[in-house]
């Protein structure tokens, strides 16, 4: 990492010269509490409408986009309130361990969310590959058994600065998030992006690309001789899973284009970008994505809102089980 980026942090623990200097500090305070909480709340209610849900079973991509929950629900707890008094003083206070063991928790979260993302992809991709055998080629054991793997994978690969292995760990005075010196353990830092980012990027590309060449294929009137996969391919085809979770998947990339382009220009150039609030902005800017999944699956699931609309209404009706029956029965009908 450039000397002169690092000169434009500050180490942990030391204090800084105007706390609550100016009413630009109040506002980007006041941001991250706002983010904070709209994190959290649309987090908690995303898992408590699905673990409400009689059918989350029915589709399992619904317990990958609960593991994406938790691990944004997990950011807006132990990551974001953090940044929230820093933004006052400018200084962080709450120790060295402390300032590892966040950046530890966000890269570690970063790497679940990306995984997650890959294992959405290559579900959809078997619906699509194998409609008449996707329901035994993804089961709910299965896809239970992948998202703990996701996470102790995801623990394991970004554990090694936590534990000691180049100790050095820095608070962001533009951002006021503590941040892992990646800059000093080059070898393993490329090592973790093959890792993380190698395997998901090619599977979702690659995925989503034969899924939507697929869809175009079938509306193009090709000719498929087999009518019982041909109805079943139509059929996985019509989910609006397809399309609700490539709009998941952009989303989080381009959130966090504009903060991955800032650093490229930075390293190229060998110096930081002398730009008010756009360090704030862009790094922001990503960990809102937390947020925007409430809104993509409100706008693009209808089994979502049909989870919301069970759970809303559970807080007023005590036979759950029954109401749960009818309200999805009157969706099928639908």
């Known amino acids: ?127 699509v590959r194998k409609p008449l055998r996707y329901e035994t080629v993804q089961t709910r054991t299965r896809s239970q058994c992948w998202m703990v793997f996701t996470w102790i994978s995801a623990a394991m690969l970004c554990c090694p600065p936590l534990l000691g292995y180049k100790k050095d760990a820095y608070f962001d005075k533009e951002t006021f998030i503590c941040m892992l010196d990646w800059g000093s353990t080059s070898a393993y830092t490329a090592t973790l992006s093959i890792l993380v980012l190698g395997p998901s990027v090619i599977s979702i590309v690659y995925n989503y690309y034969y899924i939507f060449a697929t869809r175009r294929k079938l509306h193009s009137g090709v000719p498929i001789h087999d009518k019982e996969y041909a109805t079943a391919l139509a059929e996985n085809l019509s989910n609006p899973s397809h399309c609700m979770s490539f709009v998941l998947v952009t989303v989080f990339w381009l959130s966090w284009a504009p903060y991955a382009c800032v650093r490229f220009y930075e390293f190229i150039i060998q110096q930081q970008l002398k730009v008010p609030m756009l360090h704030f902005s862009v790094v922001w800017m990503g960990i809102l994505n937390s947020f925007w999944k ?40 639908d």
Request: hydrophobic residues 55%; neutral net charge.
């Open 294 to 333: 409430f809104v993509i699956l409100l706008a693009l699931s209808p089994q979502f809102r049909l989870a919301v609309r069970i759970l809303c209404l559970t807080f007023c009706c005590r036979s759950n089980a029954r109401l749960q029956a009818e309200l999805i029965g009157l969706d099928n009908d």
């Open 1 to 127: 990492m450039p000397a002169r980026i690092l000169s434009a942090r500050e180490t942990v623990g030391e204090v800084s010269e105007s706390p609550f200097a100016n009413y630009e500090s109040l506002t980007q305070a006041a941001i991250i509490g706002a983010i904070g909480i709209a994190i959290v709340a649309s987090n908690l209610l995303i898992i408590a409408a699905y673990l409400n849900f009689k059918g989350l079973s029915h589709e399992v991509i619904n317990y990958y986009l609960l593991s994406l929950a938790v691990a944004d629900l997990l950011c807006g707890l132990f990551v974001v309130p953090l940044s929230v008094y820093p933004a006052l003083t400018g200084r962080w206070m709450f120790g060295n361990f402390m300032c590892r063991l966040a950046g530890y928790i966000e890269v570690t979260l970063w790497c679940v969310s990306v995984y997650t993302f890959m294992w959405i992809s290559v579900d959809r991709y078997l619906a």
